[in-house]
């Protein structure tokens, strides 16, 4: 069966490999929030090393410290970094493009742990290796940030946004955008398009959440500008993850 895309057309000879499905709520849960749900559609046959890390982080979440640090009895504790767990918008410029990751790595696995603090012992992942940057940065742009409801991620790939200072604690901060309009200076921060918005509902949550009134006079936002953290919390709920038969499978 054809998928519908809602307005969002696929380049030439790019295909979708896999559908995510992101759950939002706006707001708290006890004050009546809403709720909505974003479903991308994702160019695994021409960015694998994105897509893949892009599920990663979706899922199993990612790693760069060694798996010995996740058990007990090193004396340090750590957890993969993964949307799921304190997981939202982090940074919204209004009507224009959403900005997902997690904030802080150790404020969200305090939240999972039910730990009034992560504690000293607690250590963030860090960026990804240099050996994984090395395949993502290579991998081909496949279309320009000129459409409402693309998913983009920095030409480094995640864990390579916000502004290259961030402690490995806020290092995810940034870690993928999806456009809200047409945003061509996008191209011009080399970011990359790995996927899009996949129907006309997912483009309707898309609009609504890029909408929001967002809090002003927070440092580092840039004056003048009114971008900030959305005024309503948005956090990521649940996520599910499909692969899609491709087309030419089909039809063989």
């Known amino acids: 069966g054809t998928i519908n895309l809602g307005h969002v057309r696929l380049p030439e000879g790019v295909e ?13 849960k006890t004050t ?20 893949q890390q892009m599920l990663d982080f979706c899922t199993k979440g990612i790693l ?26 982090t940074m919204l410029y209004p009507n ?20 009034n603090k992560a504690g000293e012992d607690f250590v963030p992942q860090t960026r990804p290796t240099s050996k ?9 742009v496949v279309r320009k940030h000129d459409v409402a409801g693309l998913l983009s991620i ?7 946004g916000g502004s290259g200072l961030d402690s490995d604690d806020e290092a995810y901060g940034s870690s993928f955008q999806i456009t809200a309009a047409a945003v061509p200076g996008m191209d011009n921060e080399k970011r990359r398009v790995i996927g899009q918005v996949m129907d006309e509902e997912s483009m309707a949550v ?42 030419a499978a089909a039809s063989e």
């Open 16 to 28: 979708i490999t896999n559908v995510v499905t992101i759950d939002l709520s706006i707001g708290k």
């Open 32 to 51: 009546g929030g809403e709720t909505g749900t974003i479903n991308l559609g994702l160019y695994g046959s021409a960015c694998p090393a994105s897509v």
């Open 64 to 89: 760069t410290s060694s798996k010995l640090m996740l058990e007990e009895g090193y004396g340090v504790i750590s957890a993969p970094v993964k949307l799921t767990e304190g997981g939202g918008i």
């Open 96 to 115: 224009k493009r959403l900005d997902f990751g997690i904030a802080s790595q150790s404020v969200s696995y305090a939240k999972m742990k039910r730990l």
């Open 132 to 140: 994984e940057v090395d395949v993502i940065s290579k991998e081909p």
């Open 154 to 160: 920095p030409s480094n790939g995640i864990g390579y």
């Open 206 to 247: 898309l609009a609504r959440v890029a909408s929001l009134p967002t809090k002003k006079g927070l440092k580092g936002v840039i004056p003048g500008q009114n971008a900030g953290p959305p005024l309503l919390r948005v956090t990521v709920n649940d996520i599910s993850v499909k692969s899609v038969a491709s087309a």
